[in-house]
């Protein structure tokens, strides 16, 4: 018998609702609203089943739905609620959690940058400090160290945005198809970003449901494992300027290979290696934060991040494909807590084999992941098909 800890939970359910650059209709709670009653609707499970919440708007979905008394998580619903759910699960202090997150009519001011990233305070305001510029910092330090090129963050960026282009779901799809040559010929942001390398702005919600492995066995889906997890931070996000070198006391991990105790972590209790991972459903704010995690996470050494990517590595096709839906820059990116879990809804559907688009043959693993070095932060977690 498995002593794994979360032998004994698995995700039954992962759901989007509608995403769009705008829904009229719609404000974040009821958008979230929207992807509590999907999900728990594809799973076909009472509401009433469920004795934990995780959201920002948890307290509001509790009332509205009318389940309390249950456990109020007072937590997003990211990569961190998934392992927080699975740990209560696993514990026995719930059976079955329910996550929902959405955005929607928070970003009204459209010739600014998103309001989830540039917080009023004295490092912001003044100096112009925004995620593209924060982001930026960090890939013009790895180029210089290592000669990553702009060329190489151009392929990963034709890449998802191509994914994008076929997924009849996704915000952005028949926009393309894009070659790195289209990435390298949009207007410049800052350097060395250009428009096609930058995630987009949109609305939508995205609910997940976990419970005992027990009661996922008598349910109609196919159940998904949690193999391994991590959480990784070196402080807030979008109030500092982001340092590569920047470390915390007694760690030799600098802030940009944030992700890489997490995802150490995450093989060690799954028992597996990179080179088991079938598909990876990795956060995209910017092109380059694909380069960085498959270094930070060691599918490759320090500085091969850039050649890496290259040859269609990271193609559907590819060894390890990369963000399937479209991810950030083309499917969705309704704020920063939503693309958390839509990025492990993702994962969940490519081992349930429910994929529109790009679905991968036999997929077994998925690792998924948020956050980026930019905003001082990256989680990580892999899904299996297989119980651990």
Known sequence: MSNHPFRDVAIVAAYNTEQ??????????????????????????????????FSKHAPELIYALG???????????????????????ATGLVQ????????????????????????????????????????????????????????????????????????????????????????????PITEPFRLLDCAMT???????????????????????????????????????????DLTGRGSDIPNGYVGRRAARNAFAMAGLRPSDVDVCELYDPFSFEIIRQFEAFEFCGDGEGGDFVMDGRIAPHGQFPITTDGGLMSYSHGGGVVQLSQRVARGVHQLQKQCRSHQIADAKVALCSNGGAGALFTDVVLLGSERP
Not at 36 to 52: M, N, Q, S, W
Not at 80 to 85: E, M, N, S
Request: negative net charge; glycine residues 10%.
């Open 202 to 244: 949109s609305e939508g919600g995205c609910g997940l449901l976990i419970t005992t492995a027990e009661r996922a066995a008598d349910l109609p889906g196919t159940p998904v494992y949690i193999l391994g997890g991590g959480l990784d931070s070196l402080g807030p996000a979008y109030r500092h300027a982001p340092m590569w």
């Open 67 to 89: 389940i309390g008394p249950v456990w109020n998580s007072n937590s997003k619903a990211g990569i961190a609620g998934v392992l927080q759910a699975a740990s209560l699960v």
């Open 96 to 187: 079955s959690a329910l996550l929902a997150e959405g955005e929607a009519g928070v970003y009204t001011q459209r010739h600014a940058t998103a309001p989830w990233t540039r917080p009023a305070n004295e490092f912001v305001v003044p100096f112009g400090l925004y995620t593209a510029a924060e982001f930026a910092l960090i890939a013009r330090r790895h180029m210089h160290h290592y000669g990553t090129s702009e060329e190489q963050m151009a392929e990963v960026a034709a890449t998802i945005r191509n994914n994008g282009h076929v997924n009849p779901d996704a915000v952005y799809h028949g926009r393309g198809p894009y070659t790195p040559a289209d990435v390298l010929a949009s207007r």
């Open 20 to 53: 769009a650059r705008v829904l009229e209709v719609h404000n974040a709670f009821s958008i979230t609203l929207a992807a509590a009653r999907g999900v728990l609707a594809e799973a076909a499970i009472p509401v009433t089943d469920f004795d934990a919440v």
